[in-house]
């Protein structure tokens, strides 16, 4: 599991505040072994920075991502093509839409869909019920 450098600020703390590594694990619920991991980082480089990964570079910034969320909550019924086009036009960056979908994943939103049809209004909600209590006790054979 990846810590960000709050959360190894923290390891740092309360490691140096004497407690032992497998407490401190239990007390930010995380394993044992991301507070080893952490605190070796930061007796090696003495601060709280990530080192550089292998692998591909994302395509979006984190100021990007943050862009893509507010727009998606500032318009829930917007499509990813839309919310593409916007991070085109406004910040340069060129992302896909199954990209955008994946940042909006991460941040918890899923995709609404807005309501069809009219609503009901209180004589429907009458009907429906009065139907309801009429056919409570009926059987699969009626």
């Known amino acids: 599991m990846e810590t960000t450098s709050t959360e190894a600020a923290q390891i ?10 497998r407490v401190v694990a239990r007390r930010l619920h995380i394993s044992q072994s991301c507070v080893s991991k952490a605190y070796k980082c930061f007796q090696e480089t003495s601060g709280f920075i990530p080192r550089p990964r292998s692998g591909r570079r994302r395509c979006t ?3 990007d991502d943050r862009f893509i969320v507010s727009t998606s909550l500032r318009n829930r019924h917007l499509h990813g093509v839309d919310v593409q086009q916007e991070l085109r036009d ?7 839409e199954r990209t955008l979908c994946r940042r909006l ?12 049809g009219s609503k009901l ?3 429907h909600r009458q009907t429906l019920l009065q139907f309801a209590r009429t056919h409570l006790d009926w059987e699969v054979e009626q």
Do not use: C, F, H, M
């Not at 740092?12 to 590594?21: A, F, Y």
């Not at 991460?106 to 995709?111: D, E, Q, R, V, W």
């Open 105 to 116: 994943k991460l941040a918890n939103l899923t995709p609404k869909r807005p309501p069809t």
């Open 61 to 63: 910034l984190e100021r």
């Open 90 to 96: 406004i910040r340069g960056v060129a992302a896909s």
């Open 12 to 21: 740092v703390d309360l490691l140096q505040e004497g407690l032992s590594q």
């Open 121 to 123: 209004t209180v004589a």
